[in-house]
């Protein structure tokens, strides 16, 4: 799996857009993008994945580059319910079943 | 539905002792994860099950780890004799086939003293 790179904190003001970039430049063409959050004291929470085409659900938006080498988390609307942890992780096709966590984004968001 | 349901929440034991964690999945889902988490090395995955049936197991640390999954909606992680190094947060979650992301319980936190 391809390794990702992600910058280990982020700040966000209470209702404004947080954008959490993730580089992965070494993905294959048969690799998602998964991301997953971590909230303080509980277990990852799914929350998008894509493979090249720009994603939305109710949760968040996932933006992906033309060339796949980088993407970006976009929440829409932080709220302090949103500090946690964010992980970008590329997962091969069929391999949905070995998800590695990296270290991840620690966003914070404040009022 | 009541999610992921994991037992207990904490556990404090001795060195030396028997530990039982245990996991009751989402009904419907066809695979069962544990995983383990610590400080130095974060998130791993210890094991996965499919149907019931042990697929991966390249992540259990050693022989003192083992885990079952007798039916559908029970498994347990079980360590054997505990270790002070063992203590982390040991999270079980489960998916359902063709629905990529996975449910994680609230996790079991160790403490091996």
């Known amino acids: 799996d391809a390794k990702t790179t992600q910058p280990p904190s982020m700040d966000c003001a209470e209702g404004r857009a947080a954008n959490l970039p993730c580089n992965h430049s070494?993905?294959?063409?048969?690799?998602?993008v998964y991301w997953y959050r971590q909230i303080h004291s509980q277990g990852p929470q799914y929350i998008i994945h894509?493979?090249?085409n720009n994603e939305t659900n109710e949760m968040a938006s996932l933006i992906i580059t033309e060339d796949r080498k980088s993407s970006t988390l976009i929440l829409p609307h932080a709220t302090l319910r949103d500090t946690a942890v964010y992980y970008c992780?590329?997962?091969?096709?069929?391999?949905?079943?070995?998800?590695?966590f990296g270290a991840g984004t620690r966003l914070a968001v404040h009022p | 539905d009541a999610g992921v349901i994991q037992s207990p929440r904490h556990e404090v034991t001795e060195m030396g002792q028997e530990v039982t964690l245990r996991c009751k999945p989402i009904?419907?889902?066809?695979?069962l994860f544990w995983y383990r988490q610590t400080m130095m090395r974060g998130l791993e995955l210890l094991i996965y099950?499919?149907?019931?049936?042990?697929?991966?197991d390249s992540g259990m640390p050693e022989d003192r780890f083992s885990a079952k999954m007798p039916n559908a909606s029970f498994s347990t992680l079980k360590i054997q004799p505990s270790e002070p190094r063992d203590s982390a947060v040991y999270f079980c979650?489960?998916?359902?086939?063709?629905?990529?992301?996975?449910?994680f319980g609230s996790g079991t936190r160790l403490t091996v003293v």
């Open positions: 009904s419907g889902h066809d695979y």
């Open positions: 992780i590329p997962v091969s096709y069929g391999g949905y079943n070995k998800l590695i």
């Open positions: 070494t993905i294959s063409g048969n690799e998602y």
């Open positions: 894509g493979l090249k």
């Open positions: 099950f499919n149907n019931n049936v042990p697929i991966d």
């Open positions: 979650a489960s998916r359902k086939r063709q629905v990529y992301g996975y449910t």
